[in-house]
């Protein structure tokens, strides 16, 4: 797991990456308007109290995950390149417990939200509990809000840590 750092040669990986969610169609199902702009997208990604984390190949960074200070919390975000998903890579697997874990060790309770139904299961796996729906809250669609506490996840943290050979505190 690889972390951004600002500078020269990160935000041209960060700027590849807002290129691959344009191209892609994915800007819209990930964010709000509010950043959908590639100046909007680069202040948000560097702004004080970002963490990124990413891992890359050839084509660019294909995992992505986020966490941002929300009140006395986080926010959590990830992000699979279309010719990743449904994989049931374990490598991606690996990378979404350890950002869990580092977004738990900085913050009590992670938020995350979605306008994708399809996502709210497979986060609620991850230990999430499943808050409810705000109608037409993202861009006029609704959107699912869902909470991770260190409680959660410690149990399905320890559980896949064991079953592969992993446990970094």
């Given at each position: ?87 049931g890579s374990r490598t991606a697997l690996a990378f979404i417990m350890e950002t869990l874990n580092v977004g738990l060790q900085q913050y009590p309770v992670l938020v ?58």
């Open positions: 797991m690889r972390i951004y750092q600002p500078g020269q040669n990160g935000d041209a990986e960060l700027l590849h990456w807002y290129a691959q969610l344009v191209a892609g169609d994915d800007l819209n199902k990930l964010l709000g308007s509010s950043v959908w702009s590639m100046a909007a997208f680069m202040r948000h990604f560097t702004e004080a109290g970002a963490l990124v984390f990413y891992e890359s190949d050839a084509q660019g960074w294909w995992i992505v995950a986020w966490t941002f200070p929300l009140m006395g919390g986080g926010t959590w975000g990830l992000w699979v390149r279309p010719d990743k998903r449904g994989s995350n939200t979605t306008k994708q139904n399809e996502i709210v299961a497979k986060t609620v796996r991850l230990g999430y509990t499943y808050l409810g729906r705000i109608p037409r809250l993202f861009e006029g669609e609704d959107c699912h809000v869902l909470h991770l506490t260190r409680e959660a996840f410690e149990p399905i943290y320890e559980k896949w840590s064991k079953y592969n050979g992993r446990r970094q505190d």
